[in-house]
């Protein structure tokens, strides 16, 4: 397969700066008023203060898969629809530095790739060949990222329905997969039932799904205090 035919069934025109050559460097002065430099402050205070990304991020490190943020994160222009995504040619995150404004999008869009590369780590995940691979990570990454926390489906007018929270999964997860993959939105819904039992159930690393800030932070409480005790045997 060619390269701009993958690029095409893969995703990966929507992030146009994957594609690139080597980028111009700028100023230390010039650099502060970029929306890099927004991105990459954001970045760093979603790594330092969510309780999402922090979890992951030690569960990762637990796993073999240390997390270097110059090396696995990205911030770079996407295409309008997208807010970051996970190359796994690279193993790398992308974050859409000009679709990502504010920090608690930052915190969504962190939490939500570092799922998939949490799962790209712990498991062998054919994420180019096994569409159900594919789903089962999305559904997992709209399930615990807070993608459908009750404040966010809030905000974009979006509640009142019985088992909102499950059929926000299933929504989510099967555009992602439609973003990226070429197929019909029949065969995508198939694959997204076939496997969402199983995957909305899969919790890890958090232990249950997070449906908030605190409940993240009970998750990541629970994980740091049972690697002390693992020490300690």
């Known amino acids: 397969m060619d390269q701009s035919k993958q690029e095409k069934e893969y995703g990966y025109e929507l992030f146009p700066e994957r594609n690139t050559g080597p980028k111009n460097e700028k100023s230390f002065v010039k650099s502060l008023f970029t929306s890099q430099f927004k991105c990459e402050i954001m ?8 309780p999402y990304a922090k979890l992951l991020l030690s569960a990762m490190n637990s796993s073999g898969c240390k997390v270097i943020r110059d090396r696995h994160f990205a911030c770079e222009d996407c295409d309008g629809s997208v807010s970051g995504g996970f190359d796994v040619a690279s193993s790398q995150i992308v974050l859409c530095q000009n679709n990502i404004h504010q920090q608690s999008h930052m915190n969504r869009v962190v939490t ?4 998939h590369a949490f799962d790209h780590c712990r498991a062998h995940v054919d994420w180019f060949n096994n569409l159900r691979h594919l789903a089962c990570s999305e559904i997992r990454a709209a399930n615990l990222s807070g993608d459908c926390s009750f404040s966010s489906e809030v905000s974009r007018f979006n509640f009142g329905m019985k088992q909102h929270h499950q059929e926000c999964v299933r929504g989510r997860a099967l555009r992602s997969i439609l973003a990226v993959r070429k197929i019909s939105a029949e065969k995508a819904q198939k694959i997204v039932d076939e496997v969402f039992d199983s995957c ?16 993240a932070e009970f998750a990541y409480r629970d994980h740091e205090s049972r690697d002390r005790y693992n020490t300690n045997l």
């Open 112 to 115: 939500h790739e570092l799922i």
């Open 200 to 215: 909305s159930n899969d919790h890890a690393p958090f232990g249950r799904i997070p449906h908030g800030s605190k409940d």
């Open 43 to 50: 970045l760093k205070l979603a790594m330092q203060t969510s």
